[in-house]
């Protein structure tokens, strides 16, 4: 019997000791994928076994083996998460491709105004899509033709129904506060999920929803869109991240002054002549399509590469260059002993035509 007829005709048990094995004791050795029907492994290349010929010939199941990380299966099966997608009230989430996470504000009959039980949905979901390992990057769009129409004017008047249970300026402050830092968390949860979100604008962005994109990481708009920093028509100063995010993205303190000041609306190409979007497209419909391409080959590319870069660049924007230098130091001490590396690295070298697999994070 030929070495490579030994090698085709291992069984499952052998195969993932000779994987484990041959990996943690040969190291130096280079390593070739096989695959078969969407599970992978890596095994050690031999002079006898030819990479094409295991990857066509090699009938054998890889299971998990978690405990070693050498092995792993992915599935890609969207429908099995579209049945296990938790349900909210004002917002719709769908998963339109692998490990991309559609979400949708939901009340197009109010022009998507953010009510207070959107407020505490937006938190909800974003905090549980950053744990979710099945979701690696998130497009966030509105429904209808119209993105967002900043805050439901039902929280003032919900907010007045409180004040008027006591009359002492403490506890109305007490009051304020609290719904203020609520309305805060819920948009940062959307900066600190650690899984790329890209906003999709079409029409009027108002208000709230201004501080809402400024929380993404991309984003994009159509051709008819526009963008109001409305409060000022309304008697308040933004509080709920604008004025904190803003300035860093478009990098102009005077515009965002301007903007503040007179409350007038940003037409598209404005927003992206200032770096608010990095583009535009003639239809809400070519906008959702394109953003979901961009979240998908994201979402192809390694989870903890991915994941890492977000959570320096955030680190980063609020600290000097050497503290973020040393940040990723720190992060990167530990990242790149993951297998990805090794999964990436072996994709390149072989110049293989299928995007690497990585497993879920």
């Known amino acids: 019997m030929s070495d490579r007829t030994a090698e085709i005709k291992l069984s499952e048990q052998e195969l993932k000791k000779l994987a484990v094995q041959k990996i943690l004791e040969e190291t130096k050795q280079a390593s070739i994928r096989v695959q078969h029907e969407g599970v992978f492994g890596w095994l050690p290349r031999k002079k006898a076994v030819n990479k094409k010929f295991l990857n066509n010939t090699l009938i054998a199941k890889l299971s998990d083996v978690v405990s070693t990380g050498i092995m792993r299966s992915l599935s890609t099966n969207t429908s ?61 769009s509105g429904s209808g033709p119209f993105f967002c129409a900043g805050i439901d004017l039902q929280c003032f008047m919900d907010i007045g129904q409180n004040f008027k249970e006591t009359d002492d300026v403490v506890r109305k402050c007490k009051t304020l506060y609290q719904t203020i830092k609520l309305y805060q968390q819920s948009l940062t949860a959307i900066e600190k999920c650690v899984k790329p979100v890209l906003s999709a604008v079409q029409g009027g962005c108002i208000g709230g929803a201004i501080s809402m994109i400024c929380a993404a990481d991309l984003r994009y708009c159509t051709s008819d869109a526009w963008f109001q920093i409305k409060e000022i028509d309304i008697g308040m100063a933004v509080d709920i991240g604008a004025i904190q995010r803003l300035p860093k993205i478009v990098g102009s303190g005077s515009l965002v002054r301007e903007l503040l000041f007179t409350g007038r609306k940003l037409l598209a190409e404005e927003a992206k002549e200032c770096g608010l979007v990095s583009k535009i497209f003639n239809s809400k419909e070519e906008m959702i399509e394109n953003s979901i391409k961009i979240a998908s080959e994201i979402a192809s590319k390694s989870p903890v590469a991915v994941q890492t870069c977000k959570k320096n660049l955030l680190y980063s924007q609020d600290h000097s260059v050497d503290d973020g230098l040393e940040h990723i130091a720190i992060l990167n001490q530990t990242m790149l002993q993951s297998e990805d590396l090794m999964i990436a690295l072996m994709a390149s070298v072989t110049k293989s035509k299928e995007s690497p697999v990585f497993s879920k994070l």
């Open 80 to 140: 099995n998460n579209q049945t296990h997608l938790k349900q909210y009230e004002t917002l719709s989430l769908s998963v339109p491709q692998p490990f991309v996470y559609h979400v949708e504000l939901n009340k197009p009959s109010k022009r998507n105004a953010i009510s207070h039980t959107m407020w505490l949905e937006i938190k909800n979901c974003f905090e549980t899509l950053s744990e979710d390992e099945n979701c690696r990057s998130v497009v966030l």
